[in-house]
């Protein structure tokens, strides 16, 4: 069965320093891969998503960045965090058909001090 | 750009009551529909999709949705909720054909005892 695992669950970073997070997705190939933030009471906004190796599109400008370096490998980045990058981040996947769900992991909690 | 809208932001119920969730989306063609439920301290699981056929769909623990697509909405309906529903609820529209879901801003669902 596919599983998906993401970490760390929780990180505590200060301002200007930089970020990895990574997400890993197993029991499956090719899948689509997407990273959300969660917002208390303003859902989930897509940062990024990827349909393949190598290919990332971003939804929304900001301070953070994705690569997808192997096929079941997708990690968020920054050079700098800012105070408000704070938030939950949510990774995904989806099988590469477009008519499936979502499968998420269970999400890391980054607080920028 | 398709968009979401979860018109209850915060339900409290007592158990035994009924519920229903409204959701209503912005998009005029075919449609893939969810709603996923994030249960405190856990990751979010897929409740129920809907793709075609019966527009009546049946999901785990009791819920159900129904797909009326003059009214552009996929509300979340149970007729009794219990003190474990306790939870938060997001609706979320695929455009046919498209990989990326739209997630509503989320509801958050308190039953009390």
């Known amino acids: 069965s596919q599983t998906i695992h993401q970490w760390p669950a929780t990180l505590v970073q200060p301002v200007g320093s930089p970020l990895s997070l990574e997400c890993t997705v197993e029991?499956?190939?090719?899948?689509?891969l997407y990273w959300y933030r969660q917002a208390a009471g303003r859902g989930l906004q897509l940062l990024f998503y990827?349909?393949?190796?190598?290919?990332i599109s971003s939804e929304v400008p900001q301070n953070l960045s994705a690569s997808r370096p192997q096929d079941r490998q997708f990690i968020l980045s920054s050079k700098k965090l800012l105070l408000s990058d704070s938030g939950f981040y949510l990774c995904?996947?989806?099988?590469?058909?477009?008519?499936?769900?979502?499968?998420f992991g269970q999400g890391t909690r980054l607080t920028v001090v | 750009a398709q968009s979401v809208s979860q018109h209850n932001h915060h339900v409290i119920l007592s158990e035994a009551a009924s519920l229903e969730l409204g959701c209503n989306y912005s998009?005029?063609?075919?449609?893939?529909l969810f709603w996923y439920v994030q249960y405190p301290g856990q990751h979010l699981q897929l409740l129920l999709k809907?793709?075609?056929?019966?527009?009546l769909v049946k999901g785990i623990k009791g819920f159900e949705a129904e797909f009326i697509k003059s009214k552009f909405s996929f509300n979340l309906r149970k007729p009794s909720v219990q003190w474990s529903d306790t939870a938060e609820y997001f609706c979320?529209?695929?455009?046919?054909?498209?990989?990326?879901?739209?997630f509503g801003r989320g509801t958050s669902l308190i039953v009390h005892p």
């Open positions: 809907y793709f075609s056929g019966d527009p």
């Open positions: 995904a996947w989806s099988v590469s058909t477009s008519g499936t769900e979502a499968f």
């Open positions: 998009y005029g063609g075919t449609v893939n």
């Open positions: 029991g499956t190939s090719n899948p689509n």
């Open positions: 979320a529209v695929k455009p046919g054909g498209s990989y990326i879901p739209t």
């Open positions: 990827s349909v393949g190796i190598g290919q």
